[in-house]
């Protein structure tokens, strides 16, 4: 059974920095896309980044420099470094993973329950 349990969300001054882990169980990690992704109140789930087995990493223009994925394979955990945080980062953040063998599409993978992060001026 899949499971992906993130971390380390909390309540930001903007301008702030956070960590946030995502401990993943129950899947060959190395063989997975993994993601972040955040939905804020009223809107769609949207990406934030995403990191490939080999290493290559994708990331929405909103966080472009600002924010950071890494993995590591031996540990089974992706991390997302937020840094110069804004009152729009606020949102629950989730973690995706997908076997490569399913595609880019992450709603062919899991989700975890999510981490609240919250950013005030």
């Known amino acids: 059974q899949v499971q992906l349990v993130e971390s380390g969300g909390d309540f930001m001054q903007v301008g702030g920095s956070l960590r946030l882990s995502c401990a993943a169980s129950?899947?060959?990690?190395?063989?997975?896309?993994m993601g972040w992704y955040r939905q804020a109140p009223g809107k769609q789930r949207e990406l934030v980044a995403r990191?490939?087995?080999?290493?290559?990493?994708v990331y929405a223009d909103s966080v472009k420099g600002r924010f950071t994925i890494s993995r590591d394979n031996a540990k089974d955990t992706i991390y997302l470094q937020m840094n110069s945080l804004k009152p729009e980062d606020t949102a629950v953040y989730y973690c995706?993973?997908?076997?490569?063998?399913?595609?880019?599409?992450?709603?062919?993978?899991?989700w975890g329950q999510g981490t609240q992060v919250t950013v005030s001026s």
């Open positions: 990191i490939y087995p080999g290493g290559s990493t």
């Open positions: 129950g899947i060959i990690f190395s063989y997975n896309f």
């Open positions: 995706n993973a997908v076997h490569a063998r399913l595609g880019d599409d992450p709603n062919l993978g899991s």
